[in-house]
């Protein structure tokens, strides 16, 4: 399995432009998480799905953040407009049903907002 | 208070070294706790997970869950260079989701 897959890896936007981060989970993966880190908070749950439905997005810093999941093999997480604030790693990770607690991550987008 | 606290490191040890790496949580009601490894610019990956309390090992792994004290270990035995690395752990609460602490950068030194 080629693992987690997000893109783009890197991301360098100005200010006001709509960002737009994409995943492909493992397949045959029930749940799909979407986390932002940063060097001053860490590594932060922004929501989470289960069966492509929205479970919980209280992560969601703020209603510039949208993500949906269209299908069991794509999701996206939409940033509009952005801020220099929003600069971060962006990571996309999946489970199972039955081992939720073993979460597999992607390698990330690496975002920076100008 | 935060969920979960951890020592932000960094911990820089000779090759070989035992290394410890601790956290502390603060809701009891947890029951899976984690080990990731994360290498610079990489996604995490799962080390070890263990259930309630005791010990698990893996290799030169070992991880420890003391539920009455609310603290959470990882031994690393014989490290290595390429265990170089920063550590997060975590704990698994209601509705599948995860609690990271900040992470230990750690450094193994030839």
């Known amino acids: 399995d080629a693992g987690v897959i997000q893109s783009p890896r890197h991301e360098v936007t100005e200010m006001g432009q709509e960002v737009t981060l994409r995943c492909k989970p493992i397949?045959?993966?029930?749940?799909l998480f979407w986390y932002r880190q940063t060097m001053m908070r860490g590594l932060e749950l922004l929501i989470y799905?289960?069966?492509?439905?929205?479970?919980?997005d209280s992560g969601m810093p703020e209603d510039r953040f949208s993500a949906k999941m269209p299908n069991a093999s794509f999701s996206t997480l939409k940033i509009q407009p952005s801020e220099p604030r929003d600069s971060a790693v962006y990571f996309c990770?999946?489970?199972?049903?039955?081992?939720?607690?073993?979460?597999?991550f992607g390698p990330g987008t690496r975002l920076l907002v100008l | 208070q935060k969920e979960v606290e951890q020592d932000p490191g960094p911990l820089s040890v000779p090759e070989g070294a035992i290394v410890s790496l601790n956290c502390t949580y603060s809701?009891?009601?947890?029951?899976?706790f984690m080990w990731y490894r994360q290498y610079s610019r990489k996604g995490p990956e799962l080390l070890m997970y263990?259930?309630?309390?005791g010990n698990k090992e893996d290799g030169r792994f070992t991880a420890q869950v003391d539920k009455s004290s609310k603290y959470i270990s990882l031994f690393i035995r014989d490290s290595q260079p390429s265990d170089s690395a920063t550590y997060l752990c975590?704990?698994?609460?209601?509705?599948?989701?995860?609690?990271f602490g900040t992470g230990t950068q750690l450094k193994v030194e030839l």
């Open positions: 990770a999946s489970s199972p049903l039955h081992l939720q607690e073993t979460q597999y």
């Open positions: 397949s045959g993966h029930d749940y």
């Open positions: 799905f289960n069966n492509n439905v929205p479970i919980d």
């Open positions: 809701n009891s009601a947890f029951q899976y």
């Open positions: 263990t259930y309630s309390s």
């Open positions: 975590a704990t698994l609460g209601g509705g599948n989701k995860l609690t």
